[in-house]
């Protein structure tokens, strides 16, 4: 925990109030805060601020606000994933927001399996994007999207999310063209299950304005391939 979110609601009164078990937890048992001591506070959706502890007790932290601080810059990309296995949801969730990702869409395919949308981890996602905030010093959530229907989102959707100025490239190993690197405008990524997209749903999404480009001739999991994605097109 990088930074503690807070709940706007927390920051009505002149001292704020960290409250939620979790936080006061960790706080007084891992990071062993004191009255005096600085802590990194970020407004759900807001702004950062550093502020200074005043006062500590079992259940609650109070805080008092001492300046403004940057909010980190989101990467100009929408995440387009295909439903991954319940345990690797939640990964993929914390590790793409503490990325930076500016929008993340889960979505259906041939070799995802049915039972991958009845998972409880999707009504805990909030729990997810808030893990990853605090790991990144972040404070603004990414806009999260689900569609569980292929044809009608890469048909009737993902058009309306391509332009020339913001091409959307689907990882496929067998492609030609290679996923270009170090680039300096926006984009859509679409990663495909662990079994990778069927040649129907690739032809599909080339035929409505997507570019298949290859990482490779390696086959890389949905968890591991999304930071080297990243870290490959923003690198400067």
């Known amino acids: 925990m990088n930074?503690?979110?807070?709940?706007?609601?927390?920051?009505?009164?002149?001292?704020?109030?960290?409250?939620?078990?979790?936080q006061v937890e960790h706080l007084t048992t891992h990071v062993d805060v004191q009255v005096g001591d600085t802590l990194k506070v970020g407004i759900r959706d807001g702004k950062r601020y550093l502020t200074q502890i005043v006062s500590i007790s079992d259940e609650r932290i109070q805080l008092k606000a001492l300046q403004e601080e940057s909010v980190?810059?989101?990467?100009?990309?929408?995440?387009?994933?295909?439903?991954?296995?319940?345990?690797?949801?939640?990964?993929?969730?914390?590790?793409?927001?503490?990325?930076?990702?500016e929008k993340i869409i889960l979505l259906h395919s041939y070799r995802v399996d049915k039972s991958y949308w009845q998972t409880p981890f999707l009504q805990q996602l909030d729990q997810y994007v808030t893990l990853g905030l605090e790991q990144a010093g972040d404070t603004i959530a990414p806009k999260i999207e689900l569609y569980k229907r292929f044809k009608p989102f890469v048909e009737d959707v993902l058009p309306t999310m391509i332009s020339t100025e913001r091409p959307a490239y689907v990882a496929h190993p067998y492609a030609v063209q290679r996923m270009p690197a170090g680039i300096d405008h926006d984009c859509s990524i679409i990663i495909g299950p662990e079994g990778g997209f069927i040649p129907y749903e690739i032809d599909l999404l080339i035929k409505n304005g997507c570019q298949a480009v290859s990482l490779g001739s390696r086959i890389i999991r949905t968890e591991t391939v999304i930071p080297y994605v990243l870290g490959r097109l923003f690198s400067h």
């Open 72 to 101: 980190p810059a989101k990467h100009p990309v929408t995440l387009i994933v295909a439903m991954p296995r319940p345990k690797v949801l939640r990964r993929l969730m914390m590790d793409a927001v503490t990325l930076g990702v």
């Open 3 to 22: 930074i503690v979110l807070l709940d706007p609601r927390q920051t009505q009164s002149e001292f704020w109030t960290i409250s939620a078990k979790r």
